[in-house]
């Protein structure tokens, strides 16, 4: 079964930092540009960062810039995101995606399918 395994979340405060992991199991992530995207509740859905699959380039949010860090470790089938100096609007639960290309943007490689998300919460 071809599954989307985020984990990491937790609670922060404001300015604190938290680093979040994605994984698969079924599939290699290393063969995919990998997103990371956080829903707030009432929110939709939105993306925060994108890696392209050699790790050379990696898009952000304006939200992020500068404060979150897309990386892969290859090796561990892994896909991490560095969140920095933490804000309040920061909180949503967070979820990975995999795209068809090896390149961020279109079509996803499990449409309709969205991992179970890890919390982050930041509060004083």
């Known amino acids: 079964q071809l599954q989307l395994v985020e984990s990491g979340g937790g609670l922060r405060q404001p300015g604190e930092s938290l680093t979040l992991s994605c994984t698969a199991s079924?599939?290699?992530?290393?063969?995919?540009?990998i997103g990371w995207f956080r829903q707030a509740p009432g929110t939709e859905r939105v993306e925060v960062a994108c890696?392209?699959?050699?790790?050379?380039?990696?898009n952000y949010a304006d939200s992020v810039k500068g404060r979150f860090t897309i990386s892969r470790d290859t090796a561990k089938n892994t896909v991490h995101l560095q969140m920095h100096s933490l804000k309040p609007e920061d909180a949503a639960v967070y979820y990975c995606?995999?795209?068809?290309?090896?390149?961020?943007?279109?079509?996803?490689?499990?449409?309709?399918?969205w991992g179970q998300g890890t919390q982050v919460a930041v509060s004083s």
């Open positions: 995606q995999a795209y068809l290309d090896v390149n961020c943007g279109g079509e996803y490689f499990l449409p309709n399918y």
């Open positions: 079924g599939f290699t992530l290393n063969y995919y540009a």
């Open positions: 890696i392209n699959v050699n790790g050379g380039v990696a």
